[in-house]
């Protein structure tokens, strides 16, 4: 064998081996949490709320929280990410202020999720008087998603072909109607994709809700957005590190934490399944 | 009738066409030809605005379609280009139905009498002799087509708003031999009921197609004339030697 | 030089090589007439096909031309023009070898020397063979301002040519020579006159390619055409 080969095949080896070393910490992840939560898993630990010092009974509340907080968030970020994207894309040219408005958005991107959680205590929670409510930790929820909406939506857009722009415009379809009526079902798929992406990164997120939302523990369910939820995140901190008995509530934490990771797989594949499906209905 | 006195026009400090006059009458087929970045698209552009859209241009001059200068403040450029229909290089169906793309752009001029849209539509598809192939799949999309049949679904579009005058941006040069020749029968037919310029690369092709002629070179218009007068004994040297392949 | 340019001047050399020939072959035709020379006559008959397939081989290549290179403008000019030159060429060389069998055949021929002079035989040869090889000048250097010289010579041509007529009249009316040699020799002062007529369709090819003016059937076709303008180079 020549030694270009060997060399080829010794690197091609390396790259493989790493490979496959991102795929086993993926599946070591996932399987620790399996096996360590998915005892718990039972039809009345998704149902009941939690009891007892939070040492049995269920999670139910902070599932029921998450899903509050991820409509909320989307509330907020979806309409605002949006139309912002489509304005820096589609009307605001190459000048300035778009170039400002797009490193802007870059650097909210790179504010530590809990900075937002402080910025959102003290502007909603307290200034504005929203109390620790759902009110107050969707809005600092969908202000952490927003650069990550504008973004996609902007790559969505910005993957349309300007023949597309230019072939309408030439009808004499005004700007508008170009976006409303051909840029925006075509990047649709696109922009479906990155929003539920989004949603997917922020159900996650502790520290934006912790100041601003997140209940210790709160065994009912919310009756307005200015009530205070539990969140799957937040909780899984609490009986993972300052719960009544931390031994007996171990399994607990982990089988909260497969429901949450189960939430974002199936926030995630569902969104690839819409992708594929809206791409194929416009192909 | 469209007519151009002492065009001048920038991109930001590119002088990219100089002192242009022209004249082209209703009813003709002009060719524009002229190696690559000579100004003939630019200046086929001005006639239905499309070089608004690109920022920092300036432009001088007068650019009168049927006596009208249409760089008026006065003139609606949404409505121009209603009466100036424009095909593009590369075919570019909107990803919609066959009926819709053709509808298209009636329908965003606030029509609304779905009789009438019908009825556009199929005398549009007949103008670019694509409805006996196409008329019963009309509700597929229009991405199942061909590229030479996208291209003539492209100049069926352009036909339903009923212009007077078709650009055509060299509007075979994506596709085969057989859908070219297809697309250049229709420019004769069109000749009839449409005034048309077309921009090409192919010099042969504004041979077969075209009543007029111009040559661009640099940003000048360097000869204008009959097409037969310029492939058999063009005025001007660089004329000659850009038709013959002598060029640069 | 660009490629297709050169097949141009492959073919332009091949009429170029046809036409040193039909200028030998007149050449050598008005030797025989005027020599009564069998031999020369006899070589010119065995050249014409040569000739002949000549202008088939410029036919095909400029056919093969035209389907392979699409030309255009002066390009297509000379096309056109070299295969109509060569047709022409052909003709000559035709002519040529009428005069070669008519010395042939009449081998006692054309003794009256005095009678010759009065045709003015040889000017008419000569004056023929310098259009045609100044037409061939005209080409090879894409001048046209020989046209005119040319053109008026065959106003010379035309003009021995009617007076033959009158001359070969009243020498058979005196009986200076036999009737049936006298028609010969008028067919054979007609030939050249026809040569001549072909030469000016040679020039008027050649003006057609280099200045793109038809000159045919216009009255004013003894003054050069203006050539082409020129505009500033950027």
Redesign the interface.
């Known amino acids: 064998m020549n030694s270009h080969l060997l060399k080829q095949n010794i690197a091609f080896a390396i790259f493989r081996i790493l490979g496959l070393m991102v795929v086993s910490i993926l599946f070591w992840i996932l399987g620790f949490i399996i096996y360590q939560g998915a005892g718990v898993i039972s039809w009345e630990f998704l149902t009941s709320a939690p009891s007892n010092g939070m040492t049995s009974g269920g999670i139910f509340p902070a599932i029921v929280g998450t899903l509050y907080l991820i409509v909320g968030s989307s509330v907020v970020a979806f309409p605002v990410g949006i139309l912002s994207a489509i304005y820096t894309s589609e009307y605001a040219?190459?000048?300035n202020i778009v170039k400002f408005i797009r490193i802007m958005t870059n650097n909210l991107a790179g504010i530590p999720s809990i900075v937002f959680g402080l910025f959102g205590m003290s502007l909603f929670v307290n200034t504005l008087g929203f109390g620790d409510s759902i009110l107050a930790g969707s809005l600092t929820l969908g202000m952490l998603a927003l650069p990550l909406v504008i973004r996609t939506t902007e790559e969505a857009l910005k993957a349309i072909?300007d023949?597309?722009r230019?072939?309408?415009?030439?009808?004499?379809?005004?700007k508008l109607?170009t976006v409303h009526?051909?840029i925006l079902?075509?990047a649709f798929p696109n922009i479906i994709t990155g929003l539920i992406l989004s949603i997917g990164r922020i159900s996650g997120e502790t520290a934006p809700i912790l100041f601003t939302v997140a209940a210790y523990f709160l065994p009912q369910l919310p009756h307005s957005i200015y009530d205070q939820v539990m969140a799957l995140p937040y909780h899984l901190y609490v009986i993972a590190v300052s719960g009544t008995d931390l031994e007996a509530t171990r399994p607990m934490a982990y089988g909260t934490a497969l429901v949450l990771i189960v939430i974002v797989l199936i926030i995630n594949i569902s969104a690839s399944y819409l992708r594929k499906k809206l791409q194929k209905r416009?192909? | 009738m469209l007519e151009t006195k002492n065009i001048d026009f920038y991109y930001g400090g590119f002088h990219a066409l100089k002192n242009i006059g022209m004249k082209m009458e209703d009813h003709t087929v002009t060719a524009f030809i002229g190696p690559s970045g000579c100004g003939k698209s630019t200046f086929l552009r001005l006639f239905?605005r499309?070089n608004d859209?690109i920022?920092d241009t300036r432009l001088t001059g007068e650019c009168l379609i049927d006596g009208e200068d249409i760089y008026h403040k006065s003139v609606d450029v949404?409505?121009l280009?209603?009466r100036v229909?424009?095909v593009?290089q590369?075919p570019?169906p909107?990803?919609k139905s066959l009926f819709e793309n053709v509808a298209?752009?009636l329908?965003?001029?606030g029509t609304t009498d779905s009789r009438f849209i019908a009825q556009r539509v199929e005398e549009s598809l007949k103008g670019a002799a694509l409805w006996d192939e196409v008329k019963d799949k009309l509700k597929k999309?229009a991405?199942e087509l061909s590229g030479g049949q996208q291209q003539r679904l492209?100049i069926a579009?352009?036909l339903a708003?009923a212009p007077s005058v078709i650009l055509m941006d060299e509007p075979a040069s994506a596709l085969d031999p057989i859908s070219t020749s297809k697309i250049e029968d229709l420019i004769h037919i069109l000749k009839k009921d449409y005034t048309i310029v077309i921009v090409t690369h192919n010099?042969?092709q504004a041979?077969r197609v075209s009543d007029k002629t111009g040559f661009f070179?640099?940003g000048?218009l360097?000869e204008y004339n009959d097409t037969k007068k310029?492939?058999?004994?063009?005025?001007?040297?660089?004329?000659?030697n850009y038709?013959?392949?002598?060029f640069g | 030089m660009?490629h297709?340019?050169k097949e141009l001047i492959t073919l332009k050399e091949g009429v170029s090589e046809m036409w040193r020939l039909v200028l030998s072959q007149l050449e050598k035709a008005k030797q025989a007439f005027l020599n009564n020379d069998v031999e020369l006559a006899r070589e010119v008959a065995s050249r014409e096909k040569r000739v002949d397939s000549f202008e088939l081989k410029i036919d095909s290549d400029c056919e093969n031309y035209i389907a392979l290179y699409?030309?255009?403008?002066?390009?297509?000019?000379l096309v056109l023009s070299l295969i109509k030159i060569s047709i022409t060429l052909e003709r000559i060389a035709d002519f040529a070898d009428g005069i070669a069998k008519y010395v042939i055949d009449e081998s006692a021929g054309f003794d009256n020397r005095d009678l010759r002079d009065d045709l003015q035989v040889e000017t008419i040869f000569d004056t023929v063979i310098e259009m045609l090889s100044d037409s061939y000048v005209a080409l090879d250097s894409e001048n046209t301002r020989l046209s005119g010289k040319i053109l008026a010579k065959d106003e010379t041509v035309d003009e021995i040519y009617r007076n033959a007529i009158k001359i070969l009249a009243e020498a058979i009316r005196e009986k200076k020579i036999d009737p049936e040699n006298g028609i010969k020799t008028m067919l054979v002062m007609r030939k050249i006159e026809r040569i001549g007529d072909h030469c000016s369709n040679i020039v008027e090819e050649i003006v057609f390619y280099i200045d793109?003016k038809v000159l045919k059937h216009s009255k004013n076709r003894t003054s050069p055409p203006a050539p082409?303008?020129?505009?500033k180079?950027?």
């Open positions: 040219g190459n000048g072909p023949t597309f230019t072939g309408s415009l030439a009808l004499g379809a005004s109607q009526r051909i079902p075509m416009h192909a | 239905n499309m859209l920022p949404t409505s280009r209603k229909g424009m593009f590369k570019n909107f990803p298209y752009g329908r965003v001029a999309s991405f492209c579009r352009a708003i010099m042969q041979a070179m640099l000048e360097i310029i492939f058999m004994s063009p005025e001007k040297e660089e004329t000659q038709i013959t392949g002598r | 660009k297709t340019e699409n030309p255009v403008a002066v390009d297509l000019r793109a082409p303008e020129k505009t180079k950027n």
